[in-house]
């Protein structure tokens, strides 16, 4: 990990059961600053997350590979800035 990933929460899913990973992951994102990031470690590629972040919060959080197995697998989520923007052009 480089200093700047270090500095940034993270939570290590290999030491929570399968059940509760989730759960406590989507926790963390609907506490997230707008700007904020934190890390997942994990010990298998957590597509079916990503798939389920894109599903519920389409476009409002970033996902950023940094470590790809074949062990550990890390990633980064970040939750977006926002436009400032409230209408439904999405900030365009």
């Not at 200093?3 to 290999?14: G, H, L, M, S, Y």
């Not at 389920?52 to 062990?71: D, H, I, K, S, V």
Request: glycine content about 10%; overall charge negative; hydrophobic content about 35%.
């Amino acid at each position: 990990m480089t200093i700047a990933e270090t500095d940034k929460p993270f939570i290590d899913v290999r030491t929570i059961p399968p059940v509760e990973r989730h759960p406590k992951i989507f926790g963390m994102l609907n506490a997230l600053a707008e700007g904020g990031a934190f890390i997942i470690i994990n010990d298998h590629d957590p597509r079916p997350l990503h798939y389920q972040l894109e599903t519920r919060y389409p476009g409002e959080f970033t996902w950023e590979y940094l470590e790809q197995g074949p062990a550990v697998w890390r990633v980064e989520i970040g939750r977006q800035q926002s436009s400032g923007c409230d209408c439904c052009c999405g900030g365009h």
